[in-house]
């Protein structure tokens, strides 16, 4: 199974380190195609290879394609993973996003009131890990 993780990159890396616990528990499922969302240093190495803007939209609309499944953290907001969830529901993808609602930012309508989109609240990766289990074996 190919996995599309998204989570803010520009809009905020304050979750960088539960992102890499996201995909680690996403990896035992397939392969994670944007498994660099969870690095720190994930502009600088984009910046070191010389991608522009388009390099990075190209590859991330080509990855989206590929996956099977698209999973987001969602409690940063953010405008890029805000537009890949859009193209994934247009894409007719499966999609889960996880969203912590002690945060002081609330989760979109645009996401909740959507029916194409599974939304799980979480506190912790631990509490998560069996309803995201169970989303990704569906698809299988």
């Known amino acids: 199974m190919d996995i599309y993780f998204a989570g803010s990159i520009r809009g905020g890396r304050d979750d960088a380190a539960l992102y890499r616990e996201l995909i680690a528990l996403l990896e035992s499922h397939g392969t994670v195609l944007t498994e660099h969302v969870g690095t720190d240093?994930?502009?600088?190495?984009?910046?070191?290879?010389?991608?522009?803007?388009?390099?990075?939209?190209?590859?991330?609309?080509?990855?989206?394609?590929?996956?099977?499944?698209?999973?987001?953290?969602?409690?940063?907001?953010?405008?890029?993973?805000?537009?890949?969830?859009?193209?994934?529901?247009?894409?007719?993808?499966?999609?889960?996003?996880?969203?912590?609602?002690?945060?002081?930012?609330?989760?979109?309508?645009?996401?909740?009131?959507?029916?194409?989109?599974?939304?799980l609240e979480y506190d912790s990766p631990d509490t998560i890990r069996a309803e995201l289990e169970a989303f990704l074996e569906r698809q299988r």
Not at 86 to 102: H, M, Q, S
């Open 41 to 119: 240093d994930v502009e600088a190495t984009e910046a070191q290879a010389d991608l522009t803007d388009t390099d990075i939209y190209e590859q991330d609309l080509e990855w989206l394609r590929q996956a099977d499944v698209v999973v987001a953290e969602v409690t940063t907001p953010s405008l890029g993973v805000g537009y890949e969830l859009g193209r994934a529901v247009a894409f007719e993808k499966p999609i889960c996003c996880l969203y912590r609602p002690d945060s002081p930012h609330e989760l979109s309508a645009m996401i909740r009131g959507n029916d194409s989109v599974r939304v």
